[in-house]
């Protein structure tokens, strides 16, 4: 089955600075790369996603990269602020099938 | 209005104790799923629905049983519960065979004394 490896699993940046979050992937048929954001003591919520015939998608300060021949995607937070403290799991899955989550990373934002 | 309900939302019990957790969904979505996420934050899944037929079960002890009675509701019962079934189990939901993230379920923090 497909397996999902996130780098890092901790990370702290400054307020203002990028958070930079790395995934890969060993399934070439997984097609659908959702990004998940869960805040402490709620639930994971959808933030971003990207398909396999996308190479990049951004929303506002939020942008995900694919790249399907390294079998790798990237999460970019730009501009941060403690709000966006959460742990973050991106998750990778072939259309309408199981998802197969990364073990997440807490991004912290120090003021 | 809540798109994907679980109840109870906390859960203390004894050990040797039968629980459920009930899950809803008013979404018309196809398929349903139970993680669970421990202490690690690690999201694990434990069983998908899909028109009320099972389709995935993920090594899961058999203490665990899942039971739907129709395509919006997929609850999971455990028996004989251990200390180690302490961690937030939640549910979600998914069309089938399309490109769309789950909808999860508020958690349900289950502790085993």
């Known amino acids: 089955g497909e397996n999902v490896e996130q780098h890092p699993s901790t990370l702290s940046v400054q307020e203002g600075d990028s958070a930079v979050i790395k995934c890969t992937y060993s399934d070439s048929a997984s097609n659908y790369f959702p990004w998940y954001k869960q805040e402490l003591g709620k639930r994971p919520q959808l933030i971003i996603d990207i398909r396999s015939n996308v190479g990049e998608k951004k929303d506002q300060r939020i942008a995900v990269t694919l790249n399907k021949t390294a079998k790798h995607f990237s999460l970019h937070i730009t501009e941060t602020q403690p709000e966006d403290s959460a742990v973050y799991f991106c998750?990778?899955?072939?259309?309408?099938?199981?998802?197969?989550f990364g073990t997440g990373t807490s991004l912290t934002v120090i003021p | 209005d809540t798109a994907v309900s679980q109840t109870p939302k906390y859960l203390v019990t004894q050990m040797g104790n039968d629980k459920s957790i009930k899950c809803e969904q008013n979404?018309?979505?196809?398929?349903m799923y139970w993680y669970k996420q421990d202490s690690k934050k690690f999201l694990k899944i434990m069983f998908s629905y899909n028109n009320k037929e099972l389709i995935i079960n993920e090594t899961v002890p058999n203490r665990f049983s899942p039971k739907s009675p129709d395509k919006a509701h997929l609850n999971l019962h455990i028996n004989s519960l251990e200390l180690g079934d302490s961690a937030v189990y939640f549910c979600a939901s998914t069309p089938t065979d399309t490109d769309a993230g789950y909808t999860f379920g508020s958690g349900t923090r289950l502790t085993v004394v």
């Open positions: 979404l018309g979505h196809d398929t």
């Open positions: 998750a990778a899955s072939i259309a309408g099938n199981q998802f197969y």
